[in-house]
T-cell receptor, first 112, second 114 residues
Framework: QKEVEQDPGPLSVPEGAIVSLNCTYSNSAFQYFMWYRQYSRKGPELLMYTYSSGNKEDGRFTAQVDKSSKYISLFIRDSQPSDSATYLCAMGTNTNAGKSTFGDGTTLTVKP | GAGVSQSPRYKVTKRGQDVALRCDPISGHVSLYWYRQALGQGPEFLTYFNYEAQQDKSGLPNDRFSAERPEGSISTLTIQRTEQRDSAMYRC????????????FGQGTRLTVV
């Protein structure tokens, strides 16, 4: 079983919808939680970064971490066609912050 | 340069040949990471450096894989005696280091072993 599991999708929503993307993990040592967006044929780019538990909001994006349930989420409000991409969750520990463990990604399509 | 630069972008090699993949990180970035990404999967950690020191190489699949960053800037990932299972996208990323874990990824090198 992988340390990080991500809902595989694919996910298709109409423009303006609220999108929920999720990951679960098994390693309780994870303290850093990140969401990356990856467009086709491009490298991943960091969207959101959270340390430990709690919520973080940035524009239309909200990241939530529930360490008690080992569950993280990314919400996208008022989704746009330009949000169509693969979303990857990633996690790291305090003792080895240079190593991130990624989920396999959820592919999102936002239809106009 | 403005971002992380990897070369070559595409590499086709015959089984058994050695290949060297290059990564030029963002100027001033202390940490440099190598990942491998199979189609439809997330990046898989290979190794990382702080300055010229290799901090963790636990993700290198076997002893055919090695990496170096001799002057704390450009890094080379070398795969000896390539096998078909080595075919993948190899991605490099860099960050400022320390507690800053925002890593910037390059566009990758697509390696195909035939």
């Amino acid at each position: 079983q992988k340390e990080v599991e991500q809902d595989p999708g694919p996910l298709s929503v109409p423009e303006g919808a609220i999108v929920s993307l999720n990951c679960t993990y098994s390693n309780s040592a994870f303290q850093y939680f990140m969401w990356y967006r990856q467009y086709s044929r491009k490298g991943p780019e960091l969207l959101m970064y959270t340390y430990s538990s709690g919520n973080k909001e940035d524009g239309r994006f909200t990241a939530q971490v529930d360490k008690s349930s080992k569950y993280i989420s990314l919400f996208i409000r008022d989704s746009q066609p330009s949000d169509s991409a693969t979303y990857l969750c990633a996690m790291g520990t305090n003792t080895n912050a240079g190593k991130s463990t990624f989920g396999d990604g959820t592919t999102l399509t936002v239809k106009p | 340069g403005a971002g992380v630069s990897q070369s070559p972008r595409y590499k086709v090699t015959k089984r058994g040949q050695d290949v060297a993949l290059r990564c030029d990180p963002i100027s001033g970035h202390v940490s440099l990471y190598w990942y491998r990404q199979a189609l439809g999967q997330g990046p898989e950690f290979l190794t990382y450096f702080n300055y010229e020191a290799q901090q963790d190489k636990s993700g290198l699949p076997n002893d055919r894989f090695s990496a170096e960053r001799p002057e704390g800037s450009i890094s080379t990932l070398t795969i000896q005696r390539t096998e078909q299972r080595d075919s993948a996208m190899y991605r490099c990323a860099s960050s400022l280091g320390g507690t800053n874990t925002e890593a910037f990824f390059g566009q990758g090198t697509r390696l195909t072993v035939v």
